[in-house]
Nanobody, 116 residues
Framework: QVQLVESGGGLVQTGGSLRLSCAASGSIFSITAMGWYRQAPRKQREYVAHITKVGLTNYRDSVLGRFTISRDNVKNTVYLQMNTLAPEDTAVYYC??????????WGQGTQVTVSS
């Protein structure tokens, strides 16, 4: 099993920045990729970005150029640097880890609120 703990959410004004962290523990050797999803009120959870074990990244179009995903393999932590935040970025952000043993795992989520 893999356990994920997110941190770094909060309230920020439009145009501001936040950095989310996701620390993985447990069977981390089985992780093939980690990423972020988000879910706004009354909307479905949507993909934000992911990074593979070898460092390849991908983003949803609306965050390209504003968000950056990175990883620290020593700390087993993935980060999501979010710049130029807008009210439409308001959501609960969930970290996930894909593994080759036990499938996909999710964190508990962290709230990001962008005020206009």
């Amino acid at each position: 099993q893999v356990q994920l703990v997110e941190s770094g959410g909060g309230l920020v004004q439009t145009g501001g920045s936040l950095r989310l962290s996701c620390a993985a523990s447990g069977s981390i050797f089985s992780i093939t990729a980690m990423g972020w999803y988000r879910q706004a009120p009354r909307k479905q959870r949507e993909y934000v970005a992911h990074i593979t074990k070898v460092g390849l990244t991908n983003y949803r179009d609306s965050v390209l150029g504003r968000f950056t995903i990175s990883r620290d393999n020593v700390k087993n932590t993935v980060y999501l640097q979010m710049n130029t935040l807008a009210p439409e970025d308001t959501a609960v952000y969930y970290c996930n880890a894909d593994t080759n043993l036990t499938g996909r795992h999710w964190g508990q989520g962290t709230q990001v609120t962008v005020s206009s």
